[in-house]
Each structure stands twice: as C-alpha cells, then as structure tokens.
C-alpha cells in the first residue's frame, strides 16, 4: 500500500523556467510533510517542509503547496537552475497512530534542468 | 558541523553471510533512523530509536534483521543470512528532537550493500 506517491518518475525543464513536482496521499492522518533532494551517492538533503496547519511555505526559490482536501503537495522551483537536477522525494509524517515518527516516502521524481 | 556519517560506504556479501552496518548520528541527535532504498525504489522506513524509548522495529522486513543503538549514540544495523533481495542502499539519519515535533531527518551518505 503506498501512502505517499509521486506518479511523475521525471521532470524536464528549461533552465529559468519553473519546475512543478507532484506528490499525492492516503493517510489522513499525515500533518507534516517535506521534501528531500537527492545526489547520486549521497544521502537525501531536507529542502522545505510544511505543516497541515498552512497551506503554503516558501524558502527562497522554493515553495510547497498543500491542499489538505486534495491530499495533494506539490513543490514549485523558480527559476530552475542546472544545479537542482536531482531526484525529489516527498514525505509524510504524523503526530500519532502507527506513523508516529517514522518518514513515508515517495518514489522519488528525477529532475532535470538543460541550461 | 559533522553530519550524519555511516560506514562502510559499500560492501559486498555473500549470501547466506551476517553483515553489520554502522551510523553515527549528529551530536545531540536523540532520534534515530534507519532506511533502505532499493533499485527503484523510494525510501523503505526499517527502524527507529527515540532516547531510552523502546525502538520503533514495525518496519524491519524479517526477524533476520535487528539494529541496536549503544549509549544512546551510535547505531549497528544487523542482517544475518543476507538474501539477494537485501541488496540496497541502507540510509541512516538522525533529528533533533521527535516529541518536539522537529521532523526533519538528516541522512548520512548511505552504506550500499550487494549480496551476491
């Protein structure tokens, strides 16, 4: 059963223009969620996170969007730069039930910015 | 600041061997976790640790898998008998504080086993 899904396995955007990544939930007892970038060979870096209390967090070049009623988030990057081509994990996290502390990931969304 | 590190980097294992894997968290971390990633595949929660709360194992695949973490610090991943389908990229990562509800997650580089 996967909880957490990003349908889309790559994005390919021009260097400036935005990229929008997807992610899509079941459980409703998700509250917080975040996304992660990911090297080859290295570990995942946080980048942004939101909680269920907002609707939108920006970070710079970076903003999360979270429809609760959609169980959908999404992440905008603009302007995209060469530099973020890299594999987007969305995860979910929840206050309580058998999801307490634990991270549910997506599948990863390859990213890939052409100058 | 030291980040998260783990170790070895890569090892290959013959089935049917025991491994163990090892992570040390960011100091001051009092979570703990483990994750693997397989080919093509998001990242598998395994186990967590929270301070001398009992550890989180609702995620470990088979009874062939354990983890410890000693002194509330250090963390040893276990697999004995690997299997060929225990190939993957185990990930460690720590964070501040769960109950606080910081949930971000630092991971280390990753240990990628092979069981051939």
């Known amino acids: 059963d996967q909880q957490v899904k990003q349908n889309s396995p790559s994005l390919s955007v021009q260097e400036g223009r935005i990229s929008i990544l997807n992610c899509d939930y079941t459980n409703s007892m998700f509250d917080y969620f975040l996304w992660y970038k990911k090297y080859p060979a290295e570990g995942p870096t946080f980048l942004i996170s939101?909680?269920?209390?907002?609707d939108k967090n920006e970070d710079g070049r970076f903003t999360v969007f979270l429809n609760k009623s959609a169980k959908h988030l999404s992440l905008h990057i603009v302007p995209s730069q060469p530099g973020d081509s890299a594999v987007y994990f969305c995860?979910?996290?929840?206050?309580?039930?058998?999801?307490?502390?634990?991270?549910?990931f997506g599948q990863g969304t390859i990213l890939t910015v052409h100058p | 600041g030291a980040g998260v590190s783990q170790s070895p980097s890569n090892k290959v294992t013959e089935k049917g061997k025991d491994v163990e894997l090892r992570c040390d968290p960011i100091?001051?971390?009092?979570?703990l976790y483990w994750y693997r990633q397989s080919l093509g595949q998001g990242l598998e929660f395994l186990i967590y640790f929270q301070g001398n709360s009992a550890p989180d194992k609702s995620g470990l695949p088979s009874d062939r898998f354990s983890a410890e973490r000693t002194g509330g610090s250090v963390s040893t991943l276990t697999i004995q008998r690997t299997q060929q389908e225990d190939s993957a990229v185990y990930l460690c990562?720590?964070?501040?504080?769960?109950?606080?509800?910081?949930?971000?997650?630092?991971f280390g580089p990753g240990t990628r086993l092979t069981v051939t």
């Open positions: 100091s001051g971390h009092t979570a």
């Open positions: 990562a720590s964070s501040l504080d769960l109950a606080g509800g910081s949930y971000e997650q630092y």
């Open positions: 939101i909680s269920s209390i907002k």
């Open positions: 995860a979910a996290s929840a206050r309580g039930g058998t999801s307490y502390g634990k991270l549910t």
